[in-house]
């Protein structure tokens, strides 16, 4: 009886203990919080201003120390606090312009009760431009404020008055008062820029009247440039938008826009007192930095200006071909097109009937067949489908869509502005779609025919007269050219408030086609018409002078197109270039029926509508027809900007064959072209493609031998010689932006990896030295561990830095999976590769179920540095990692499990595009791997070995090295692959967008 009570004495205070005890339940991640929304999938980085809270949010309640990294670097250990504010830690970030363009990882420790959990968040941190706040304080009193709202420092800060339009000399920031002041019209004009140049600008304006006392006169407007982007990467043709706003009651704000090169004063697009938000900027030159401006003014005058720098790219995302397929049906395909080595199909759209003409906005097409406007839905460019038709009463001619509304050529004589308002969901029910809101039947008029000095009457009844043939947008405008109509301006700055003031014949005569580039330095409109061509400068106004080209073609002109500031022509057979002062024949192609063209990067794409595709190349200043040459046996080799390096043999000095280097032109993929070899026995290349003339490298024996090649002309040079024969070994090298040389060697004791600095005479710079064998790491087990075996070495290049900096080295080490070293050699970290499964039993211990070491070949980046793949040798195939390393392959929930990608089938050399990896399997062909779905989507078998990989810039075509020779497939159908070149069919307009 004693004992029991004993017993439950005892029970009684044990659970007072437990009471007393803090309990906080294994920490588990719900969220993060940022400036109103929360966020539970972190694909996509998050955009994140220094100055305001990001908050962690658990799923359950206890006491949690908190620490916070932002990409290794601590900021806080073991707080209390659940959320961090990054403008207090500014001391320990490292700070540069280049910090916010780049993607950071912020890593969240929670611990509770010796348990812990971690989440890392991919951010993109934006500067903040400081804060100018000026105000009336009183009657006699203005306050003036600047701050910085992250805490960086104000390097340059000048706050200005002005009277009467007039400065009047500086004021200081903080309160100042106009006792004093005299009677007039008054304005503050402050700015500031912080320490990484970004720039803010205010204004204040005011009155002083006879009392004295201050009378805001007008709130000045606010604008912000929305696209593009600060430092943005955009297409060569791009639309700018922007938005004003104005405090004032009644004001109606109105544009100034200006675009010019980066760091030149004059200006290619000067645009005044336009009320469009949108301005279409065509035909930029690729690869070029510009400066756009845009000033609002409001109806007293008052102004606020934004600007914006952007870089065009190399490339276009897609381009939108008009043909038909052999059965006379109508049909666009999609072309994607992100850099034009080459083209290939994507996906097309077919129609019953013949498709005239079409435009592309964001994800859908407007095409006209007869009476019908056909809306497609191209989201999924693979398969575009056929969302909406919309009757006419009239056959329609040409589209082109501005904003949200069509301006379309109907019938014989009419241009009409229709309503898309619902593109993304046409619906007949849907009473604005398709919606009328502005018709303009063209005039009568009377046209000159130079050649009799006769005049001609338009005839409406006579279908070849009156047609709309041709429209182009430019800025607020679009320009219309009509058969004996002339050429049309129609202002589209007021849409959709159209009248018929805003239309007018510009340019009196007989006008087939139209386009618009930049000629001379400057925007300007060039038109084909009958037998000729000629240019007028942009904006037309009634003193412009319309300059003819003196020369008459044999057949009438079909196309024009400004390119590189000259003007290109087709006719029906033949196509043609004007400098300015000669027109020049670029070939004559018989038979053919030539109907549009495109350029990019020193191609020209000439579409026919009797043969398909003919693809010139830009050689000594002029386009010529490309020509075939053959390397018939390929081992390794890497592409850039349009050419092929390569290690194999191939036919040199009249059909004599040799091993050496190879560099090959793929400009026109169909007929790849042997430009320059040098004969020797070389085992590894590798390039640095960020110079104007690429390095390529070559290892032979114990040598590495860089050479130039230049882009010019297309042939190689030696750079520097690297004497490695003091290694017992030298695996593999690579060679960084700056010519800097890391080798993967064995110096007799230790494996190594070296950095050699570029110069005649490459100097040692730092080494690091591998370990022999690394631990396996597995859930669990102990002492397993593999011995290294170097193979590969790659670099990892920051793309968004100016100087392409290197952010890591990644070594590939066979059965011990591979390594990331620091870019100076400093640190290294393990990326393990092998396949196991551990299962747990009844019992409660652990079993390795299977274990595969695996044979890491080689392991790469993708282009941000979010997945690292590896080539794992003769069993496991493929990984995807994340940077860090973690496997993001399969797995079970409690993450026992590494797998592979796939099996049976060797991956000796990997190499990766957008969301696509490619794999050499060997004497298995290759395989095509989806990233995001984890799965092969193409496996492609043949007999031969494969070696080598890589994919054009643009997506659209895979290089293959085997010892058949270099064998270039077309992508377009990414689970079926085809050897090149289909694109034969009849092809009459092109659109890139």
């Known amino acids: 009886m004693r004992d029991s009570k004993l017993l439950k004495i005892l029970l009684f205070l044990f659970v007072l203990l437990l009471a007393s005890c803090t309990y906080s339940p294994k920490p588990e991640f719900a969220s993060i919080s940022y400036d109103g929304r929360t966020y539970t999938e972190f694909t996509t980085p998050i955009e994140v201003v220094r100055s305001k809270q990001i908050t962690v949010n658990m799923k359950t309640q206890g006491t949690y120390a908190y620490s916070y990294k932002l990409d290794g670097i601590s900021l806080e250990s073991a707080t209390t606090t659940n959320f961090i504010t990054l403008k207090n830690y500014n001391a320990k970030l490292n700070l540069t312009k280049e910090f916010f363009i780049n993607q950071h990882v912020l890593t969240m420790t929670v611990a509770a009760s010796g348990r812990s959990a971690t989440l890392e968040v991919p951010i993109k941190i934006q500067n903040q431009k400081p804060v100018i706040e000026i ?119 109105t544009y100034d826009v200006a675009v010019a090169e980066y760091g030149s004063s004059e200006e290619i697009l000067k645009l005044q007192n336009t009320k469009s938000t949108e301005i279409i900027v065509p035909n930029l ?185 041709d429209i182009v947008l430019f800025a607020d405008k679009a320009y219309i050219a009509a058969d004996l109509g002339g050429i049309f301006e129609l202002d589209l700055s007021s849409i959709p408030n159209l009248t018929i003031r805003d239309i007018k014949n510009v340019i009196p005569g007989d006008y087939s086609t139209l386009d618009i580039g930049i000629f001379d330095g400057k925007y300007t409109l060039a038109y084909g018409s009958g037998y000729t061509v000629g240019i007028v400068n942009i904006p037309i106004l009634s003193s412009s002078v319309v300059t003819p080209v003196n020369f008459d073609f044999d057949t009438p002109v079909r196309k024009v197109k400004i390119h590189d500031e000259k003007m290109y022509i087709l006719t029906m057979d033949k196509f043609y270039v004007w400098d300015g002062s000669t027109v020049r024949l670029i070939k004559y192609m018989p038979s053919s029926n030539l109907r549009d063209f495109y350029f990019s990067q020193g191609y020209c794409f000439v579409f026919d509508e009797s043969k398909g595709l003919w693809t010139f190349r830009l050689e000594g200043g002029s386009y010529k027809l490309h020509e075939p040459n053959k390397v018939y046996r390929s081992v390794i080799h890497q592409y850039h900007n349009k050419f092929i390096f390569l290690i194999g043999d191939g036919f040199v000095h009249d059909g004599i064959d040799s091993e050496g280097l190879y560099v090959v032109d793929v400009r026109e993929p169909k007929n790849p072209v042997v430009r320059d070899k040098i004969i020797g026995n070389f085992s590894k290349l590798k390039i640095n493609p960020y110079v104007s003339n690429p390095t390529v490298g070559v290892l032979s024996n114990k ?186 392959i399969g797995g079970s929930e409690d993450n026992l499990t590494s797998t592979p990608l796939f099996e049976s089938a060797p991956a000796r050399d990997i190499t990766w595009y957008a969301d696509k990896i490619f794999v050499a399997c060997g004497s298995y062909g290759y395989k095509i791997i989806d990233v995001f779905s984890k799965s092969v989507i193409a496996d492609v078998r043949f007999s031969g070995m494969t070696y080598a990989f890589s994919v054009s810039s643009d997506g659209k075509y895979l290089y293959a090295s085997t010892d058949n020779g270099l064998i270039i497939y077309d992508i377009s159908v990414i689970s079926n692959p085809q050897p090149l070149f289909t694109l034969n069919m009849p092809m009459m307009k092109v659109l890139g967008r």
């Open 285 to 469: 030159k690729n690869s070029t930095t510009y400066v756009a401006t845009v000033t609002a003014y409001d109806t007293a005058r008052a102004s606020a200006t934004d600007w914006v720098i952007f870089t065009t790219n190399l490339r276009e995302r897609y381009l939108y071909s008009l043909g038909r397929d052999f059965s006379g049906k109508g049909m666009i395909a999609i072309l994607k097109a992100t850099t034009l080595d080459s083209l290939n199909t994507v996906g097309s759209f077919v129609y019953d009937s013949e498709i005239t003409d079409f435009d592309v906005v964001e994800d859908y097409i407007y095409a006209i067949s007869g009476k019908k406007l056909i809306v497609v839905n191209a989201r999924d460019k693979s398969e575009p489908v056929n969302s909406n038709e919309i009757s006419f009463d009239s056959n329609l001619s040409v589209i082109r869509v501005y904003k949200n509304y069509a301006v379309v050529g109907v019938g014989y004589d009419k241009i009409e502005v229709l309503n898309l308002t619902v593109p993304s969901s046409p619906t007949y029910d849907s009473y604005k779609f398709g919606e009328k809101i502005f018709s303009y039947k063209l005039p009568i008029l009377k046209t000159q025919i130079e050649s009799t000095n006769s005049l001609k009457m338009k005839n409406s009844i006579d279908i070849t007269q009156g047609r709309i043939n």
């Open 135 to 253: 105000k009336k304080k009183s009657d006699t009193e203005i306050s003036i404020s600047i701050v910085e709202p992250d805490g960086d420092q104000i390097k340059f800060k000048n706050v200005k008055l002005y009277k009467d339009g007039k400065e009047v000399g500086n004021v200081a920031e903080g309160i100042i008062s106009v006792t004093g002041f005299t009677q007039g019209v008054y304005r503050i004009v402050a700015q500031a820029t912080d320490e990484f140049d970004e720039v803010s600008q205010t204004e204040y304006s005011f009155e002083i009247q006879g009392s004295g006392g201050i009378q805001e006169e007008n709130t000045p407007p606010k604008i912000t440039i929305l696209q593009p982007f600060m430092n943005e990467i955009t297409p060569s043709s791009l639309i700018l938008r922007f938005q004003g706003k104005d405090e004032n009651a009644g004001d109606v704000l």
């Open 703 to 888: 040598t590495i031998t860089l050479y130039s090649f230049s882009m010019s002309t297309l042939n190689f040079s030696t750079l520097t010689s690297l004497d490695l024969s003091s290694y017992a070994k030298v695996y593999d090298f690579v060679v960084d932006a700056n010519n800097n040389v890391y080798v993967l060697a064995n110096n007799g004791t230790n494996n190594i990896v070296a950095r050699y600095m570029h110069g005649i005479s490459p100097s040692l710079d730092k080494t690091i030295t591998l370990p022999n064998t690394i631990d396996q790491d597995i859930p669990y087990f102990s002492g397993i561990t593999e011995f290294v075996e170097p193979y590969s070495i790659e670099l990892v290049i920051d793309t968004l830095s100016k100087s392409k900096d290197v952010i890591s080295v990644l070594v590939a080490l066979g059965s011990a999976g591979s390594m990331r070293l620091s870019a100076d050699l400093s640190e290294q970290k393990t990326i393990l590769t092998r396949y196991y499964l551990v299962t747990e039993s009844q019992s409660g211990g652990y079993t390795l179920k299977k274990y595969n070491p695996g044979n890491d070949l080689k392991i790469i980046s993708d282009k941000y540095f979010d997945r690292l793949f590896v080539a794992d040798g003769e069993y496991n195939g493929v990984w995807i990692l994340d940077k860090n390393g973690v496997n993001l």
